[in-house]
T-cell receptor, first 117, second 115 residues
Framework: AQKITQTQPGMFVQEKEAVTLDCTYDTSDPSYGLFWYKQPSSGEMIFLIY??????QNATEGRYSLNFQKARKSANLVISASQLGDSAMYFC??????????????FGTGTRLKVLA | GAVVSQHPSWVICKSGTSVKIECRSL??????MFWYRQFPKQSLMLMATSNEGSKATYEQGVEKDKFLINHASLTLSTLTVTSAHPEDSSFYIC???????????FGDGTRLSIL
């Protein structure tokens, strides 16, 4: 079974509008972390936002916010006021287990976002 | 902060050549580094995890003799693709973290083309 599922292969959004990128996860570990990364066409992976499983509040970083619904096991990324530079591939990733120790990320298949002028 | 430098950005070489890719953490000590491979329009596939001073842990299906990983210091890990063939052509990207409370920070990746 997929541990991280991103069901939207591609999304379009009009410039200045908000967009939500979906991510659901599957784990039985009570301690885990959820991450979103942006990958422009140039290839680098840019860290956007992090949500820990014990965090009480949804994470926010500037125009990025994470809609964390623990019971539904979803961690959707919300980008407000979209800009043309937001056009990129977006990956959701999960770390299973606590932050201490060696762990690895499990990546979703990604969502390609295109912002329209 | 948390800058990871990866070099080279592009490599084009003949079949049979060995290629070394470097991954450096510039402003933090990376206790753990990760090497990924990414095919066009696909997600990142973890190849191996390396901890400073110890042998790398390879994911299932990754040939350790083909992809040699060395993590000799807290700021440098190298991936050597030995006797590269056209099927090894891909985008390779490394990441590093200091403590587990920090996210993985990625290098800019290396596009490897084997002719």
């Amino acid at each position: 079974a997929q541990k991280i599922t991103q069901t939207q292969p591609g999304m379009f959004v009009q410039e200045k509008e908000a967009v939500t990128l979906d991510c659901t996860y599957d784990t039985s570990d009570p301690s885990y972390g959820l991450f979103w990364y942006k990958q422009p066409s140039s290839g680098e992976m840019i860290f956007l936002i992090y949500q820990g499983s014990y965090d009480q509040q949804n994470a926010t970083e500037g125009r990025y916010s994470l809609n964390f619904q623990k019971a539904r096991k979803s961690a959707n990324l919300v980008i407000s006021a979209s800009q043309l530079g937001d056009s990129a591939m977006y990956f959701c990733a999960m770390r299973e287990g606590p932050p201490s120790g060696t762990y690895k990320y499990i990546f979703g298949t990604g969502t390609r976002l295109k912002v329209l002028a | 902060g948390a800058v990871v430098s990866q070099h080279p950005s592009w490599v084009i070489c003949k079949s049979g050549t060995s290629v070394k890719i470097e991954c450096r953490s510039l402003d933090f000590q990376a206790t753990t580094m990760f090497w990924y491979r990414q095919f066009p329009k696909q997600s990142l596939m973890l190849m191996a995890t390396s901890n400073e001073g110890s042998k790398a842990t390879y994911e299932q299906g990754v040939e350790k003799d083909k992809f040699l990983i060395n993590h000799a210091s807290l700021t440098l890990s190298t991936l050597t693709v030995t006797s590269a063939h056209p099927e090894d052509s891909s985008f390779y990207i490394c990441s590093a973290r200091d403590t587990g409370y920090q996210p993985q920070h990625f290098g800019d990746g290396t596009r490897l083309s084997i002719l």
